[in-house]
Every structure is written in C-alpha cells, then in structure tokens.
C-alpha cells in the first residue's frame, strides 16, 4: 500500500455488492486494505476471507434482488458501525446475451431485477440513512452499455442505460443533503464475468482488445481503484460523473475501428 492512499477510508463504513467476484471483489479487498470496515454481499461470498481482516468484514450471502436483501444489509451495518454507513458500491450485475427478436420475458424481468431494481432499492435504503447524516457516496456500476448500443444485448444496454440515469438523478435530487452519487463504466474488463468469454473464445478477446485504444482489456482492480477514488474525501466535489474506465473505448467513432488505406 502507498502512503499517499494509506488510511484513506479508515473508520469508515461501506456497502458492496457483487463482492465475490471481479470488480466487487477487487473493491471490497482495496476498501479492506484501506481501513474501511465492509458489508459485502454475494450469492457466493466463499472468495472473501475474513480472518485477513478481522472484525472489519461482514459478509451476506444471497440475492441482492430479495426483497429482504436491503434490511439485511443495513442490519449488518450496525454490527459493524453502530448504524453509521459512508459509502455504498452498488456493483452486482449480471449479462445478457439475447437478441430483441428472441429474449424471453423472464429474463428481461431477471436483468432488470438484479441490475435495475435491486440497485435502486438498496440506494434508496443507504439513501435515506445518508440524507439523514448528510454525507455519503454511493457508487454504482455501469457500463460501456449504459452509454452505447450493443448488438444483441438489448437487455444488458437498456440495465446500464438505467443505471447511467439512476445515477444523474440521484445525484441532482441528494447533493443538497452532502451525498454525492457517481457511475463507473468499465469497457472490457477482467474479470469472473469475462474469464469464460476470454478462455472460450480467445480469438474475439483478442480481436476486442485489438480497438481498445490502450490495447488491452482492464483490470478489476483498475476498476476499483477508480471507484474507491470517486467515494473518497479526495473525490469530494466529485458527483454524477458517469466515468468510462475502458482504456479509451467510448472516445473511438466506431466507423474507425476498420484502419483507412494511409495511401
Ligand atoms: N467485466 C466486464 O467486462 C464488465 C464490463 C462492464 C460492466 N461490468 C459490470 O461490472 C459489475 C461487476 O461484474 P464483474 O465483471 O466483476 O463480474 P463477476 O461475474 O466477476 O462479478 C459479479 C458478481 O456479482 C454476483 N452476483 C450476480 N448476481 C447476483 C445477485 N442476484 N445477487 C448477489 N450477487 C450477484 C456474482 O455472484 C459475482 O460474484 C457488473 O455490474 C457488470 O455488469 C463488467
């Protein structure tokens, strides 16, 4: 760890979903590693090891689309803080890879459950204890699909587009009351999510790689470290940005990702 980020979130409070894997776990060892005390949550929460970090994580397994979920995470907040929570990392998510023609109404229903409606459920449920403090970040994960079209992934787009909008709306309707409400959304990332698209089909990992203008996918950790940045002190004037962390993707015309004849 590097003095200039030490102590960063010491004594503070936060909220991750998603945790178990990829950016949600990258977020919740950065958060660990920087003083927080943690509530993660995750349908599986077996990666997460406690002992690392003791009596500063609290894990709850299960869907963060029950309607308990919220409740049950505020619940554990107070055996961590007494109730106090700073920060919120609303990141599990899940993809959806079905042209319009052909998604079924259940699964339409199940991408928007868990990365539409849950996410603002629980915002609104860490919400309200923040407008009540008066401070608080909230972070959520959005997506090169929450600003862009995607082909046959009308779902997964129409989620993050959500999300993108969740995002600005809650930060205009809570800056008054000191909670500051920011978007990442990573390109091709590593990740649990992309490591059997990476192992499956090498040929289209490196073909997407290949128009990444850095020429290469993301790291989790690199997604984290730009969301821990956005709930920090350091971030402080810092809300409704909706921030591509995708090697310079969203800033390439797609018509130019065939190369033109130099001569
Ligand atoms: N990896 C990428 O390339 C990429 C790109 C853009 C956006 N994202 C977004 O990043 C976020 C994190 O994804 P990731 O890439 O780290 O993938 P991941 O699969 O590694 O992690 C997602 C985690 O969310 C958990 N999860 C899924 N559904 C859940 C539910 N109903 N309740 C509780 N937990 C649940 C999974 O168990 C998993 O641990 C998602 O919102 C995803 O849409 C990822």
Same mark, same amino acid.
């Given at each position: 760890m590097d003095d200039r980020t030490a102590g960063r979130y010491d004594g503070k409070v936060a909220v991750v979903t998603g945790a178990g894997s990829g !950016? *949600? =776990?990258? !977020? $919740?060892?950065?958060?660990? /590693?920087e003083g927080a005390s943690v509530v993660a %949550?995750?349908?599986d929460v077996s990666a997460l090891a406690a002992d690392e970090s003791p009596g500063r994580l609290v894990t709850v397994a299960g869907d963060v689309s029950?309607?308990?979920?919220?409740? /049950?995470?505020?619940?554990? &907040? &107070?055996?961590?803080g007494g109730g106090r929570v700073d920060v919120l990392f609303n %990141?599990? *998510? !899940? *993809?959806?890879?079905r042209p319009a023609l052909d998604i079924r109404p259940?699964?339409? =229903? =199940?991408v928007m459950d868990v990365n539409v409606d849950a996410a603002f459920r629980l915002a609104t449920t860490v919400g309200r204890v923040m407008v009540d403090q008066g401070a608080g970040a909230i972070l959520n994960t959005a997506s090169v699909a929450g600003t862009h079209g995607l082909p046959s992934r009308v779902a997964y787009v129409v989620s993050k587009h959500a999300i993108v909008g969740m995002t600005r709306a809650l930060a205009v309707e809570w800056g008054p009351s000191g909670v500051r409400v920011n978007a990442i959304c990573p390109g091709l990332t590593e990740?649990?999510?992309?490591? =059997?698209?990476? /192992?499956?089909?090498?040929d289209y990992w490196a073909a997407r790689e290949a128009v990444v203008p850095l020429r290469r996918a993301g790291l989790s950790a690199e997604q984290a470290s730009t969301a821990l940045f956005l709930c920090s002190d350091e971030a402080a004037y810092i809300s409704g940005m909706i921030a591509e962390v995708? *090697?310079? $993707?969203?800033?390439?015309?797609?018509?130019y990702t065939v190369q033109r004849p130099t001569s």
């Open positions: !950016i *949600g =776990r990258a !977020i $919740t060892e950065q958060l660990l /590693r %949550n995750d349908l029950a309607d308990d979920m919220p409740q /049950r995470l505020l619940d554990a &907040v &107070v055996t961590l %990141n599990a *998510g !899940i *993809g959806s890879a259940d699964e339409w =229903r =199940r990740s649990g999510m992309s490591e =059997r698209l990476k /192992r499956d089909s090498p995708d *090697g310079g $993707t969203h800033a390439l015309y797609a018509g």
